[in-house]
T-cell receptor, first 118, second 114 residues
Framework: GAVVSQHPSRVICKSGTSVKIECRSLDFQATTMFWYRQFPKKSLMLMATSNEGSKATYEQGVEKDKFLINHASLTLSTLTVTSAHPEDSSFYIC??????????????FGSGTRLTVV | AQSVTQLGSHVSVSEGALVLLRCNYSSSVPPYLFWYVQYPNQGLQLLLKYTSAATLVKGINGFEAEFKKSETSFHLTKPSAHMSDAAEYFCAVSEGGSQGNLIFGKGTKLSVKP
């Protein structure tokens, strides 16, 4: 159980276009989803926390108008990179938090999306 | 603020040798601690987690980690490395609460020599 599907796994887009990445929890309800970005030779950086039915909370330094996050249902959150530029090329990963007791605490990660902007 | 330090960005061991990946954390509250593994071009997979129960935590693929509060450490070990263990390993700490965000270390790349 507890599967998170992230799509697409790879995408190449032209500079100036927008790209949407989907993160779905397949067999559980995810009240909270997290979006991370992984920089080369560095760790994951949290971009934003996505709560179902409310506006996402962005981390400092992350442009909310550039990285649009929508969490319209308990099983789907989307990240849209608007007007993408080569510097946005990165590996983006989502994770979902299951609504369980603290003793069952854990996250399930998607398989990631490799974005290349040319 | 919580933080995680992974000592050694790259660790190389021979097949069959002991694997030891170091992780130290700082936290003002009792932490939840995690080890994740990432294979090339894949997302993270949870290896094991510590959530204030037993201090020695056993995970998948023969890995285990011991929570030592006095040393603020959560080192990952495996008695005998396999070639398939070659990957990047991330230690993470929860900011707090059952829905707290994860703070990741910078990762340690494990290479296994035949």
């Amino acid at each position: 159980g507890a599967v998170v599907s992230q799509h697409p796994s790879r995408v190449i887009c032209k500079s100036g276009t927008s790209v949407k990445i989907e993160c779905r929890s397949l067999d559980f309800q995810a009240t909270t989803m997290f979006w991370y970005r992984q920089f080369p030779k560095k760790s994951l950086m949290l971009m934003a926390t996505s709560n179902e039915g409310s506006k996402a909370t962005y981390e400092q330094g992350v442009e909310k108008d550039k990285f649009l996050i929508n969490h319209a249902s308990l099983t789907l959150s989307t990240l849209t990179v608007t007007s993408a530029h080569p510097e946005d090329s990165s590996f983006y990963i989502c994770s979902a938090s299951r609504a369980r007791r603290a003793s069952d605490y854990g996250y399930t990660f998607g398989s990631g999306t490799r974005l290349t902007v040319v | 603020a919580q933080s995680v330090t992974q000592l050694g960005s790259h660790v190389s061991v021979s097949e069959g040798a002991l694997v030891l990946l170091r992780c130290n954390y700082s936290s003002s509250v009792p932490p939840y601690l995690f080890w994740y593994v990432q294979y090339p071009n894949q997302g993270l997979q949870l290896l094991l987690k510590y959530t204030s129960a037993a201090t020695l935590v056993k995970g998948i693929n023969g890995f285990e980690a011991e929570f030592k509060k006095s040393e603020t450490s959560f080192h990952l070990t495996k008695p005998s490395a396999h070639m398939s263990d070659a990957a990047e390993y991330f230690c993470a700490v929860s900011e707090g609460g059952s829905q707290g965000n994860l703070i990741f270390g910078k990762g340690t790349k494990l290479s296994v020599k035949p």
